[in-house]
């Protein structure tokens, strides 16, 4: 076969020196062009696409039109990358901070400067993860991988919220948690020791289930299954957030301190549900959707964030806000300014075991959209090994969190809006993101932002982001086909994890062991944190009937 002539006239074949030398000036060009030119830099991009509002006539010149597309190790202009990388890090702002608020302020009762603390390692943990799932590391002599490869970003998980809260209400009541003469909760970063303990020990399971076939994890957990887990975090979270919306988890009901809501020390102290606390939340809620109708492709795709500053400008213009944490906030913050004192509790072994295998499963879904969406193959075994990828580096990901104070981490597909809207999944714009993530949660005074915020304000954007996640969980089932088992199954697993939602306390009395046994107390505690957590007893339960039940595909009866 005849070879295609070298672009390099020579008579001699160059030497492995020579090819190395000329490589290494190619790449050199290359950087130089990229980083010195305006083809580089801004490109041809149409930089007016991503802010012309949705308004006529402002909009006629884009109706119907699609930005060029940028796939995963394409070359994006310097100047885009910033801007988009800084979307995808805005997306995820939300997102990051709902769950260390949640659990430092309406959980674990931590002070100020721990609650700002959780929200900065937050950040810092979820940029690492993010820049190794964009990454894809191979590991050395085997067909693993560590991420995705794509530009899938990877955040806090919802799931342990409802976990860690339940386990929080069990020490309050058990009084291993403090409490004030007046019967007040006090801080007990104890219990979060506990719970971050308790993950190091249990997030070996999801990276181990990064070995076991995508197959094999969709027969065991099919979409009757994942549908229903996530329909049942979101209807638990949106209860919690409409606690905040009404001015805090805390004064709900709350006696002396917490006599009215955020606390009695507030700049604007009023009764929890007032009507004032109420429109706060409100501006949030409204905001969003004002954004969504007439809002530019940036402005869309961080309508969460964009809503949660106008509420924060409202409250901060009617009195609601205190600069005092703020300008006690150091400027600056890592992971381990503050620690928590480790242990593993019994009682949460089981709990966050179930919670770690559904990790690895409903990471899945994420995965596959963010791959359809970034136009790479949604099967065969380049796609099975983004798959494998993925949950490991949720698994590892989680597991340098908790090293880190941090919460558990899990691949999330909020981001994939700003994907679509703009035509760019180059991940790029990932490893940006993951740079203004690390510098959101290095940077001390944003995350002191966050824990200074009304929790009316939150609470207006936490249920509409937890509603998102009851969105999901629809749009898994609406992919179920209905027939009599999978009915069934769906019957028996909603039934079963709607009961502790709409009764927290039905089997509080059920296992009430108060023996010397410490080991069989611990059992029981681990039981009833199994029962009591919605979606956990139902993974339990539509698993088992997924396994057991026969397929009886003759049977074909009509709705009831």
């Known amino acids: 076969?005849?070879?295609?002539?070298?672009?390099?006239?020579?008579?001699?074949?160059?030497?492995?020196?020579?090819?190395?030398?000329?490589?290494?000036?190619?790449?050199?060009?290359?950087?130089?062009?990229?980083?010195?030119?305006?083809?580089?830099?801004?490109?041809?991009?149409?930089?007016?696409?991503?802010?012309?509002?949705?308004?006529?006539?402002?909009?006629?010149?884009?109706?119907?039109?699609?930005?060029?597309?940028?796939?995963?190790?394409?070359?994006?202009?310097?100047?885009?990358?910033?801007?988009?990388?800084?979307?995808?890090?805005?997306?995820?702002?939300?997102?990051?901070?709902?769950?260390?608020?949640?659990?430092?302020?309406?959980?674990?009762?931590?002070?100020?400067?721990?609650?700002?603390?959780?929200?900065?390692?937050?950040?810092?943990?979820?940029?690492?993860?993010?820049?190794?799932?964009?990454?894809?590391?191979?590991?050395?002599?085997?067909?693993?991988?560590?991420?995705?490869?794509?530009?899938?970003?990877?955040?806090?998980?919802?799931?342990?919220?409802?976990?860690?809260?339940?386990?929080?209400?069990?020490?309050?009541?058990?009084?291993?948690?403090?409490?004030?003469?007046?019967?007040?909760?006090?801080?007990?970063?104890?219990?979060?020791g506990a719970v971050l303990g308790t993950c190091l020990c249990t997030v070996w399971i999801q990276i181990l289930m990064s070995l076991v076939a995508p197959k094999v994890l969709n027969r065991i957990f099919p979409k009757v299954v994942t549908g229903t887990l996530l329909l049942l975090v979101g209807v638990y979270l949106i209860s919690s957030g409409m606690e905040n919306w009404g001015g805090s988890s805390n004064c709900d009901g709350g006696t002396g301190y917490y006599a009215l809501c955020p606390n009695v020390d507030a700049p604007k102290p009023l009764p929890w549900g007032d009507p004032k606390l109420i429109g706060l939340g409100f501006s949030v809620f409204a905001t969003i959707i004002f954004v969504e109708f007439v809002g530019s492709p940036l402005m869309k795709s961080a309508s969460v964030i964009l809503g949660l500053a106008v509420g924060c400008a409202i409250s901060g213009a009617t009195g609601y806000w205190s600069r005092d944490e703020i300008d006690a906030a150091p400027v600056g913050t890592f992971l381990w300014v503050h620690t928590f004192p480790l242990s593993v509790d019994g009682a949460l072994v089981l709990p966050l075991l179930i919670m770690f295998v559904c990790e690895a499963v409903s990471c899945m879904p994420d995965i596959l959209a963010t791959a359809e969406i970034s136009r790479v193959d949604i099967e065969g075994r380049e796609f099975h090994s983004r798959i494998q990828g993925g949950i490991l580096c949720d698994g590892l990901g989680s597991l340098n969190s908790a090293l880190g104070t941090g919460l558990p981490m899990v691949s999330q597909a909020g981001n994939n809006g700003v994907i679509s809207l703009t035509g760019c999944a180059s991940r790029r714009a990932g490893w940006c993101a993951s740079a203004f993530l690390l510098l959101m949660g290095i940077f001390g005074k944003f995350g002191a932002v966050f824990g200074s915020m009304p929790p009316s304000v939150l609470g207006g954007m936490q249920v509409f982001l937890y509603s998102t996640i009851v969105v999901a969980g629809v749009r898994v089932l609406g992919l179920v086909d209905f027939n009599r088992r999978n009915r069934f199954i769906l019957t028996a697993s909603l039934g079963i994890g709607m009961m502790d939602i709409v009764s927290p306390s039905w089997f509080s009395s059920v296992l009430a062991y108060s023996g010397p046994n410490v080991h069989l107390q611990g059992f029981e505690q681990g039981i009833n944190q199994i029962v009591e957590t919605p979606f956990i007893i139902a993974a339990v339960v539509g698993v088992v009937l997924n396994l057991v039940l026969k397929e009886d595909e003759k049977v074909d009866t009509v709705l009831p």
Not at 113 to 128: E, R
């Open 1 to 192: 076969m005849e070879s295609k002539s070298s672009p390099i006239s020579t008579e001699e074949s160059p030497s492995h020196t020579t090819g190395e030398v000329l490589h290494a000036s190619s790449k050199w060009g290359y950087w130089k062009h990229y980083l010195t030119s305006r083809d580089g830099w801004i490109g041809d991009y149409d930089y007016m696409y991503l802010i012309t509002p949705n308004i006529y006539p402002l909009n006629k010149r884009y109706k119907g039109a699609e930005p060029p597309f940028y796939g995963l190790n394409d070359e994006v202009p310097i100047l885009l990358t910033i801007i988009l990388g800084l979307q995808h890090a805005l997306t995820m702002i939300g997102s990051v901070v709902s769950p260390p608020l949640a659990l430092a302020s309406g959980a674990f009762y931590l002070n100020s400067v721990q609650s700002q603390y959780l929200v900065s390692a937050a950040f810092i943990t979820t940029g690492i993860a993010t820049a190794l799932q964009v990454t894809r590391i191979h590991l050395f002599k085997t067909p693993l991988y560590i991420g995705t490869g794509l530009l899938s970003v990877v955040g806090p998980t919802f799931d342990v919220i409802a976990v860690a809260m339940n386990y929080a209400d069990t020490r309050y009541n058990n009084d291993s948690c403090p409490t004030d003469e007046n019967g007040s909760r006090l801080p007990c970063p104890e219990a979060w």
